[in-house]
């Protein structure tokens, strides 16, 4: 709890000195007449102040989300999927085969869709653009309750056994498939995982009949 709260008051501490740094180097850029290496300075400053930028907020987001249940209100989960993969088509064109159901859950939309931007992100950075992915969004019965089912299957690398749980750790990467390279900071799977707890439900990481990776996410219905 101390590591949160240190990690959370950093985080808001960071984005006043970020806006300035950033606020100074587009007003250099746009008032003056760079040479080619400074103007080269001056746009890595920039974009390495927008990369810190999305960490912090990526972390702030985390925080906000980790076992709390904020909004409550009816969510039309079966759009918010759709509207993402559709993004997903749209972003990175690749074979999708869809099987969604109308379902609605109580939560909060807003992290349902913080939660299916980083699961389509993840797949537009991590699988290989040609890549298909099989979706499906489903209403069962588990051990006694009627639960919202949604499973997402990738073919690309996957993810080792090992690292399934580890994989939900902050900053947790893989060395093959997941490096800064990507532009990720090894967050968008807590985030996800943070997302599901707060509206009571469960998350799993399987390997894919495609031979990728499986996402099983479940989460009571209304």
Not at 109 to 127: K, P, V
Not at 149 to 168: A, N, Q, T
Not at 199 to 207: F, K, N, V, Y
Request: aromatic share 4%; net charge negative.
């Amino acid at each position: 709890q101390s590591l949160r709260n240190f990690v959370s008051d950093a985080s808001h501490e960071i984005r006043t000195p970020l806006t300035v740094i950033r606020g100074y180097g587009e007003i250099l850029l746009a008032q003056s007449t760079p040479t080619d290496s400074e103007r080269r300075a001056l746009e890595r400053i920039d974009s390495e102040a927008k990369r810190l930028e999305r960490l912090v907020t990526s972390l702030l987001e985390l925080d906000r989300r980790s076992g709390v249940r904020s909004v409550q209100e009816v969510v039309p989960l079966n759009t918010i999927v759709s509207t993402y993969i559709d993004d997903l088509i749209a972003i990175s064109p690749r074979p999708v085969e869809l099987s969604i159901e109308p379902l609605i859950v109580i939560g909060d939309s807003d992290a349902w869709e913080q939660a299916l931007g980083n699961i389509t992100q993840n797949i537009i950075r991590y699988t290989p653009a040609d890549s298909p992915v099989t979706v499906e969004l489903h209403r069962i019965m588990n051990e006694g309750s009627w639960v919202a089912e949604l499973v997402i299957d990738d073919s690309g690398p996957g993810i080792p056994e090992s690292m399934r749980e580890r994989i939900f750790d902050r900053f947790a990467r893989l060395d093959d498939s997941r490096s800064t390279e990507t532009g990720g900071f090894g967050l968008g799977m807590s985030i996800i995982k943070a997302t599901v707890i707060a509206q009571l439900g469960t998350i799993a990481l399987q390997e894919s009949p495609t031979g990728g990776l499986r996402i099983r996410i479940q989460v009571p219905v209304s």
